[in-house]
């Protein structure tokens, strides 16, 4: 079973923050690591990552990075490449440096701005990735609904371009949607318009004990305050694989 290796980088997905949900790799990377760096949402002292892996957490480091949650490009980079910067400095002592995050590293992640500036400084084989269980796959299970059959087409986007929404409408059979929230109406609009809100349902703070929200029917739904950790599936139709026969 693989522990973390002096000197090497690590970006853990943890999944939606249960603490069982984490795959085993995940927890040796975990338990076996020096320093443990977990995200935080700049003017926020709360890690949602570091509760989910507290079972785990046996003397390691914390470092926790405040970093801005707005859409600026470089301030967003400036301010991870300034984290690779400190992070370098440990794996140079010999450190094993673990970056745990909700979800997967690779979907919609802050890891993506940290790993593409290690990648300039680290070698390739001294950077791992531990996939973790996504927030789509999470939602989707809470309603035992497929997402693909036979030929359909699942698309994963951000739900914060509304016009690209709706082009993604016309060219897949199961839609995902992220960071609903912040829309949400115009997205009960734009669904209904379509006459596809019986067929959407919404996931808000999945695994997260009694501030989970479950919508299996958006049809007669009225929004309150969404957590922005909140995904929409949409489900567009199933295209007939017998054409392909």
Same mark, same amino acid.
Request: charged share 20%; net charge negative.
């Given at each position: 079973?693989?522990?973390?290796?002096?000197?090497h980088?690590?970006?853990?997905?943890?999944?939606?923050?249960?603490?069982d949900?984490?795959?085993?790799?995940?927890?040796?990377?975990?338990?076996?690591?020096?320093?443990?760096?977990?995200?935080?949402?700049?003017?926020?002292?709360?890690?949602?990552?570091?509760?989910?892996i507290?079972?785990?957490?046996?003397?390691?480091?914390?470092?926790c990075?405040?970093?801005p949650?707005?859409?600026?490009?470089?301030?967003?980079?400036?301010?991870?490449?300034?984290?690779?910067?400190?992070?370098l400095?440990?794996?140079?002592?010999?450190?094993?440096?673990?970056?745990?995050?909700i979800?997967?590293p690779?979907?919609?992640?802050?890891?993506s701005?940290l790993?593409?500036?290690?990648?300039?400084e680290?070698?390739?084989?001294?950077?791992?990735?531990?996939?973790?269980?996504?927030?789509?796959?999470? *939602? /989707?299970?809470r309603?035992?609904?497929? +997402?693909? @059959?036979q030929?359909? =087409?699942?698309? &994963?986007? #951000?739900?914060?371009?509304?016009?690209?929404?709706?082009?993604?409408?016309?060219?897949?059979?199961?839609?995902?949607?992220?960071? *609903? /929230?912040?829309v949400?109406?115009?997205? +009960?609009? @734009?669904l209904?318009? =379509?006459?596809? &809100?019986? #067929?959407?349902?919404?996931?808000?703070?999945?695994?997260?004990?009694?501030?989970?929200?479950?919508?299996?029917?958006?049809?007669?739904?009225?929004?309150?305050?969404?957590?922005?950790?909140?995904?929409?599936?949409v =489900?567009?139709?199933?295209?007939?694989?017998?054409?392909?026969?």
């Open positions: 079973m693989p522990k973390a290796q002096p000197g980088f690590y970006a853990v997905g943890i999944g939606p923050g249960a603490p949900l984490l795959t085993v790799r995940a927890v040796r990377i975990i338990e076996s690591a020096d320093i443990i760096l977990t995200p935080q949402a700049q003017g926020t002292n709360r890690s949602l990552a570091l509760n989910a507290e079972p785990y957490r046996c003397g390691q480091e914390i470092m990075v405040n970093y949650m707005q859409r600026n490009g470089d301030q967003t980079r400036e301010r991870w490449n300034a984290v690779a910067g400190e992070v400095e440990k794996l140079q002592q010999g450190k094993s440096v673990v970056m745990i995050t979800g997967d690779l979907i919609f992640a802050t890891t701005y790993l593409a500036a290690l990648a300039e680290l070698e390739q084989e001294k950077i791992h990735l531990v996939p973790g269980i996504s927030a789509f796959q999470i *939602a /989707a299970s309603f035992r609904d497929p +997402l693909t @059959l030929e359909d =087409r699942l698309t &994963l986007m #951000s739900a914060t371009d509304l016009a690209a929404v709706e082009n993604a409408l016309d060219h897949c059979e199961t839609l995902v949607l992220y960071k *609903a /929230a912040r949400i109406n115009e997205l +009960l609009g @734009l209904s318009e =379509r006459g596809l &809100l019986g #067929s959407s349902k919404l996931v808000s703070c999945a695994e997260q004990g009694d501030g989970e929200l479950l919508v299996d029917n958006l049809e007669n739904w009225t929004p309150g305050e969404l957590n922005y950790m909140t995904t929409m599936i =489900r567009v139709g199933n295209k007939d694989w017998r054409e392909h026969t």
